[in-house]
């Protein structure tokens, strides 16, 4: 009896500790779109609105689980938010859960292909705030989704959009009704120091505002990253019917953001990458970057732009909304303690702070049942990647 109330007093005082954590995205700490034919709308551009004005509307569309969307335009745009706390890296488990607007058609004419519909992915990067100073100034690393090794995907691309000049005459595709200017904003790209093409982001009949951000005075933009291979198909052959194919897995508004039995819109930290390809194993993640990773017209459709509404923490939420409070105690952990060969430890506060990393399985129980620490939440990583959330 008295063991059930114990416990019962535990699950109850994780849960309050958890509760002084949002799960949710806290901050938005940029938000720049390339081009697009969403931008200047979602979030809507107001006359005297500047850079911050739009970040604040941004966030106002993200944090705390408002799920207003927002949209990042042509390739290379992006929006950088982050989280009240460290999202920790548990090994082999999926850590955070990014929402979007993808959706599966409801006929695919090519049954072979992969799923499809309106899938336009975003990179997702994601950095440590290893200086802990609260900004995301620390170096960013890439989660290498399905397509990372592609032969078709482009690393260390550039893209440069070129504001319309007043005196641009539009050139309308006559025998297509819905493009009003195929000439509307010139792009210019470079990869691996390479000139490549010139081309151009079209102008379409169904959202008639200007697509570059009214909000910068550059009359150029540049973003550089990851080029994923182009996903949209014209399966109908006359630019009626587009189908934007879902890659497998590792990209921000690439699948719907639920399906039954997948780990749809689902990411592991496991995946994260330096800007050599090589594997990073990091404690956790204080900050994400999520930037349009396609850079391709479809006809009526659009360019590709990835959308973002939402963002959290799978440690602390599940995907129903529902608090997670399956943490190990270290009543529990001294159970554990008695393992003959234990493994170097290191503790981390959930700010991400690195609180000691000479500890091991056995002498951990002493140190922090004996410290000075705060009572709360704290994460435990092991030499071998294993990850635990601590509640002392």
Request: with cysteine; charged share 20%.
């Amino acid at each position: 009896m008295k063991k059930s109330i114990l416990t019962l007093l535990l699950v109850g005082w994780a849960s309050l500790v958890l509760a002084q954590h949002n799960p949710y995205i806290s901050k938005v700490y940029e938000y720049c779109p390339a081009p697009g034919q969403f931008v200047n709308l979602l979030p809507e551009y107001e006359e005297g609105d500047d850079a911050n004005d739009m970040r604040l509307k941004a966030e106002d569309c993200l944090a705390n689980h408002e799920q207003v969307m927002i949209s990042l335009g042509g390739w290379g745009g992006y929006v950088v938010f982050g989280f009240d706390h460290m999202v920790p890296n548990f090994k082999d488990e999926y850590d955070l859960k990014i929402l979007g607007n993808s959706f599966f058609a409801a006929s695919n004419p090519n049954p072979d292909a992969p799923r499809g519909g309106s899938a336009e992915p975003g990179v997702v990067m994601v950095s440590y705030d290893a200086n802990h100073n609260g900004r995301p100034d620390d170096p960013w690393y890439e989660l290498a989704g399905s397509e990372y090794h592609n032969p078709s995907t482009i690393h260390n691309y550039t893209l440069t959009y070129h504001r319309t000049p007043s005196s641009h005459v539009a050139t309308p595709d006559k025998s297509y009704p819905y493009l009003t200017d195929t000439t509307y904003i010139r792009w210019t790209e470079s990869y691996n120091g390479v000139t490549g093409a010139t081309g151009y982001l079209a102008h379409n009949s169904y959202n008639t505002q200007p697509y570059y951000p009214l909000w910068i005075d550059s009359d150029s933009l540049t973003f550089s990253g990851t080029r994923l291979p182009d996903n949209g198909v014209d399966e109908s052959g006359n630019r009626q019917y587009y189908v934007l194919y879902c890659f497998d897995w590792g990209y921000a508004d690439n699948q719907p953001n639920h399906v039954e039995g997948e780990h749809s819109s689902e990411f592991k930290l496991d995946w994260a990458v330096d800007g050599e390809g090589n594997s990073v194993n990091l404690p956790g993640i204080n900050f994400v970057k999520i930037y349009t990773g396609v850079n391709q017209q479809n006809g009526w459709l659009g360019e590709a732009s990835t959308e973002v509404m939402d963002a959290w923490d799978l440690h602390m939420i599940d995907a129903d909304g529902n608090e997670i409070t399956g943490i190990v105690t270290t009543e529990t952990k001294l159970e554990d303690s008695q393992s003959s060969n234990p493994q170097p430890q290191i503790l981390y506060d959930l700010s991400g702070r690195k609180i000691n990393s000479q500890l091991s399985t056995i002498n951990y129980q002493l140190s922090i049942i004996n410290s000075q620490l705060p009572k709360g939440l704290y994460i435990l990583r092991s030499s071998d990647g294993k990850t635990r959330l601590i509640k002392y």
